[in-house]
C-alpha cells in the first residue's frame, strides 16, 4: 500500500541513506553482544562491559553520521539526503537497547517473547509508514516507519529481558568477548561491502527513478531470505553453540537446515522469476511496471544467496568465526568487482552481475564451511537433489500452462501461475519425497530450539545451523 503512494524516486532517496548507514553500522558492536551468546561464562559484570561497549560505539556512530551527512548528499548530488542522514542518526542510538538484550534473551534460547516484540514493532513501523504516506509526506514516510519500530523495539526487548544493568567501560577481563566480536565486526565490514556495494556504486551513476526501480526489486526479491532466514538464524546459532559444547557433530543439523532453506525459498524465488510481470502489476500498480525484468532476474540469483547465508553460523557456532571472515572477504571482493563491470550496462547489467557473484560465492563458502563440519559436497547434493528436482517439474508446468491459457488479467494470471506451480511443486514431493514434508513441517514447528532433530537416521546427534 506505501509502495503505490510514493514514487520510485522516494525509494531511490531512501536507498542512498541506507547504504550509508550500512556502511557505519558495521562499528556498532552488535557483535559483541553476539559474543555472549557463544561465551560459556557470562556474569553481569561482563553484560555490563559489553553495555559500555555499545554506548561507545554507537554513540560515535550517531555523531559521525550527523556530522558527515552533507559530505554524503554531495557525494550522491541529492541535497535532501543530507536531512533524511541527520534524522536517522537516532537508529543508532537505539542500537545498545536492542543488542544487549536480544543477545541475552538468545543465550536463554527464549525467541518466543523476541518474535512477539519484532511483530509489534514491525506493526508499528506499517502503520506510520502509511499513515506518512497517506497524509503526503513522500519520501520522510521512509525515514520515520523504521525509527518507530527501533524505538518499541529497544523499550520493548529491555523490560523483556530485564537487561537492568550499569555501563562498565573497564574492559579488563573480557579479552576473548573483544576477540570474538572483533573478528565478528570485520566480518560485518565485509558483508557491508557485499551487499551495499551496487547502491554506492549505482547511486552515482543512475539517476534516482532508475536506481529506486532497481532497489525496490531488491527489496521484493530480498523479503524471502530478509523475513524467513533470520529467525532461523537467531535460533539455530545459540542452538548450535550448545551442541557444539556437548561435543556433537553439526553436519546432520546443517544437512536438514539446507534442505529446508532451499525447499521454502527456492520455490518462491522461481515463482517470482516466473510471474514478475504480473506480480508487479498486482502488487505495485502499473507505475512500477518497468521494475519487472529486475525482479525476475534478481529471483534467479536469491537461492544461492539463502543457501550461503545459512553456512556461517555452523563456525561462528564453534568458535572459529575465520571461516566467516574468509567468506565474507570473498564476498567484499567479487560483489564489487562484478559491479563495477557490469554497472556499464545500465541498472539491468547490476542484476547479471548477480547472476556471476551470488553463485561463485556459494562455491567458496562450501568449500571453507563444509570440510570443517565434517561434510562432503556428495552427501550435501544427495539431501538437496529432491528439492532441485521438484522446483524443476515446477517450472515446467508453469511455463507449459502458459501456451495453454494466458489470462488477461495480471491477478489471475498471478493466481493461476502460483496455483499450478504450488500443487506441481507439492505433489512431486508429495509423491516421491514424502519424508521431507513432515520432517520439514516438523522442524518448523518444533517448540525446543535446543533439541532439533537431525536431517537423516545415520547418526542421533548433530546440529542445526545459523547465519
Known sequence: MVVRLLEPTDYGLFAMTQVVISVLAFLNGYSFATSLIQAEHVDERRIGQ????????????????????????DYFQEPLVAHMLRIQAVI????????????????RLEFKVQG??????????????????????????????PIAGYLFRAVALTIAAKSFVPPVFDLRGAGDLVRFGGVLTICQLFWVMQSQSDIFIAG???????????AESLFLTLIITGRFLPPINEVAFPAYAELHRRGEPLAPYFLKTARTVLLVTTPIYLGLALTAE????????????????????????????????????T?????????????????????????????????????HAWWVAAPLLLILTLRLTLPVIG????????Q????????????????????????????????????????????????????????????????????????????????????
Open 278 to 313: 504480473p506480480a508487479v502489476l498486482t502488487l505495485f500498480g502499473p507505475k512500477w511496471v518497468e521494475m519487472a525484468p529486475f525482479v525476475s532476474g534478481l529471483a534467479l540469483a536469491m537461492p544461492a544467496m539463502a543457501l550461503q547465508i545459512v553456512c556461517s553460523p
Open 92 to 107: 543508532f542510538l537505539t542500537v545498545p537497547f536492542t543488542a544487549l538484550p536480544s543477545g541475552l534473551l538468545a543465550k
Open 204 to 214: 552515482r551513476l543512475l539517476d534516482t527513478h532508475n536506481l529506486g526501480l532497481y
Open 384 to 467: 538437496l537433489a529432491p528439492v532441485l528436482i521438484a522446483n524443476a517439474a515446477m517450472v515446467a508446468v508453469v511455463l507449459a500452462s502458459e501456451y495453454v491459457f494466458k489470462p488477461d488479467s495480471p491477478l489471475l494470471e498471478l493466481v493461476l501461475q502460483g496455483f499450478v506451480g504450488a500443487a506441481t511443486y507439492a505433489a512431486v514431493l508429495w509423491f516421491f519425497w514424502p519424508h521431507i514434508i513432515t520432517e520439514t513441517w516438523s522442524m518448523l514447528r518444533t517448540r525446543d530450539a535446543s533439541v532439533p532433530a537431525p536431517a537423516d537416521q545415520t547418526s542421533r546427534t548433530a546440529d542445526p545451523s545459523a547465519a
Open 315 to 351: 563456525t561462528n557456532a564453534m568458535g572459529q568465526p575465520k571461516y566467516y571472515l574468509m567468506s565474507n572477504g570473498t564476498g567484499a571482493v567479487i560483489f564489487p568487482v562484478a559491479f563495477l563491470i557490469a554497472i556499464s550496462s545500465g541498472p539491468i547489467g547490476l542484476v
Open 50 to 73: 559489553v553495555f559500555g561497549l555499545l554506548l561507545a560505539f554507537n554513540g560515535t556512530l550517531a555523531a559521525l553520521q550527523f556530522i558527515s551527512a552533507p559530505l554524503m548528499a
Open 375 to 382: 561434510l562432503s559436497f556428495a552427501r550435501l547434493a544427495t
Open 116 to 145: 512477539k516484540i519484532g511483530l509489534l514493532a514491525a506493526i508499528i513501523a506499517a502503520v506510520v509508514a502509511l499513515a506518512m504516506a497517506w497524509l503526503g509526506f513522500g519520501v520522510w514516510a521512509l525515514v520515520y516507519a
